[in-house]
């Protein structure tokens, strides 16, 4: 039972280099979400889908989008890294947008 | 002032402490409030869940809520080793979750 996968684990890019971050979930979530997390900040949120088909805009969703590729899988895009993008990114699902959120073990990302 | 607020420790406890973290938050309108256990590297785990003021007791953990002075606190019995980790709490209202930014918690042996 994997519930949230997310990859790579890890990478470095070059500033303005792009990179898509993949989540999948076996759980039959509806709900999914993408959170970056920085030092004294807490999880703040970039996107969430609350279902197939549909995706919304977080607190922090600026140089990044998404794709909710079936019920399953919701990727994270950055066309042009920048250095204030380095972060831990994590992804999350819900069986619905007001139920607790289960996490993955996160993309850690740093862009030189 | 931020809508959560959580001292981020550290806080060192010796094994078999009794551990209190706490989170205040200014939004009146959170209903829900949970607590997640972040390993090192590793993402956040859900481990309690709750709606209504007072307390609710899982194993060796309790949370607690005070929705009139906004506050919520988490207690450990027992503490152990493995429960070295950071903590955080997260609120709810509507389909906004909103989270703290986690207090670091050592338990030595």
């Known amino acids: 039972n994997a519930g949230v996968t997310q990859t790579p684990k890890f990478q470095v890019l070059k500033t303005g280099q792009s990179m898509t971050l993949q989540c999948a979930q076996d759980?039959?979530?509806?709900?999914m979400y993408w959170y970056r997390q920085d030092p004294g900040m807490g999880l703040r949120l970039i996107y969430y889908s609350a279902s197939e088909g549909t995706t919304d805009k977080g607190e922090v969703p600026n140089g990044y989008n998404v794709s909710r590729l079936n019920k399953r899988e919701f990727s994270l895009r950055l066309e042009s890294a920048a250095p204030s993008q380095t972060s831990v990114y994590f992804c999350?699902?819900?069986?619905?947008?007001?139920?607790?959120?289960?996490f993955g073990d996160g993309t850690r990302l740093s862009i030189l | 002032q931020k809508e959560v607020e959580q001292d981020p420790g550290p806080l060192s406890v010796p094994e078999g402490a009794i551990v209190s973290l706490n989170c205040t938050y200014s939004n009146s309108a959170f209903q829900y409030f949970m607590w997640y256990r972040q390993y090192s590297r590793k993402g956040p785990e859900l481990l309690m869940y709750t709606y209504s003021s007072g307390n609710k007791e899982d194993g060796r953990f309790t949370a607690q809520v005070d929705k009139s002075s906004k506050y919520i606190s988490l207690f450990i019995r027992d503490s152990q080793p493995s429960d070295s980790a950071t903590y955080l709490c997260a609120m709810r209202y509507g389909q906004n979750f909103v989270f703290g930014p986690g207090t670091r918690l050592s338990v030595l042996p």
């Open positions: 999350a699902s819900g069986r619905e947008l007001n139920q607790p959120q289960h």
């Open positions: 759980m039959n979530h509806n709900s």
